[in-house]
């Protein structure tokens, strides 16, 4: 089975993947990797800052639309093909699934050119973010990492992770499975690197359940342990 993107994320989904309190929706929240979510959109203006962080917003508004709007169309062909296989009962059905989501990314679309100006939306390749230590409180990245997507290697993960861990106080990534509903094979041994860079991780079960199997985020946090 492909991986079910359809982006236009909204922020009930994001409290539920990532588990977020009310408290983690109010800080510095840095979402890496995120597509055309609603997010930014949402949370500026009651968040202390939101920055959207995605290869994508090197494009202006007119091309990035018609981008979204073919792999959007591609990509529900196939979700179509394995309707079956997700676990619609918080949308209804496929119907208000798409419709929720399409919300989400008009809502996108009538924030970025407003958001590209005040620097909410940037370009980056994510292994060299223009931030300080620990400037953002939380950094969130869905169906990025640990995704299978082609060139992603575990050294390509540990230095991403170590990256946004070092922007952020804590990261949380979702899901851990990848493209064929499987836990990603790279995820026992980037664990095990990051925990070599002494960093703190957990493993834990969210609420989130579209796929059966995605029902789990990695959670990193840089601390302070030194072992004598
Ligand atoms: C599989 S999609 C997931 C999108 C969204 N987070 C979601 O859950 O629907 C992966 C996203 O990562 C972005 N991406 C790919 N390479 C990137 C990089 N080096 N730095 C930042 N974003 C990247 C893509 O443009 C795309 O939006």
């Keep these: 089975m492909r991986k079910l993107v359809l982006w236009g994320h909204n922020v009930q989904e994001y409290k539920e993947m990532f588990d977020l309190s009310e408290q983690d929706l109010s800080g510095r929240i840095l979402e890496f990797g995120c597509g055309p979510s609603a997010i930014n959109a949402s949370l500026t203006g009651t968040a202390k800052e939101v920055v959207s962080c995605d290869d994508m917003f090197a494009m202006d508004k007119q091309e990035l639309r018609g ?93 991403a992770i170590r990256e946004l861990s070092r922007v952020a106080k804590e990261v949380r990534i979702f899901p851990l499975i990848d493209r064929d509903d499987h836990v990603s094979q790279f995820l026992g041994p980037v664990m095990l690197g990051l925990q070599q860079d002494n960093l703190g991780l957990e493993v834990r079960q969210v609420p989130y359940h579209l796929q059966a199997k995605g029902n789990a985020m990695l959670r990193v946090w840089a601390h302070e342990c030194v072992v004598e």
């Design 67 to 159: 981008h979204v709007d073919q792999v959007f169309d591609s990509m529900l062909a196939q979700v179509k093909k394995y309707e079956g296989l997700f676990q619609w009962d918080d949308y209804g059905n496929l119907d208000g699934f798409v419709h929720y989501r399409s919300q989400g990314i008009e809502k996108f679309f009538d924030d970025y050119e407003q958001g590209l100006e005040q620097k909410r939306y940037i370009h980056s390749d994510g292994l060299v973010l223009p931030y300080d230590d620990f400037h953002f409180d939380i950094a969130l990245s869905s169906h990025y990492l640990f995704a299978n997507i082609e060139g992603q290697d575990v050294e390509f993960h540990i230095q």
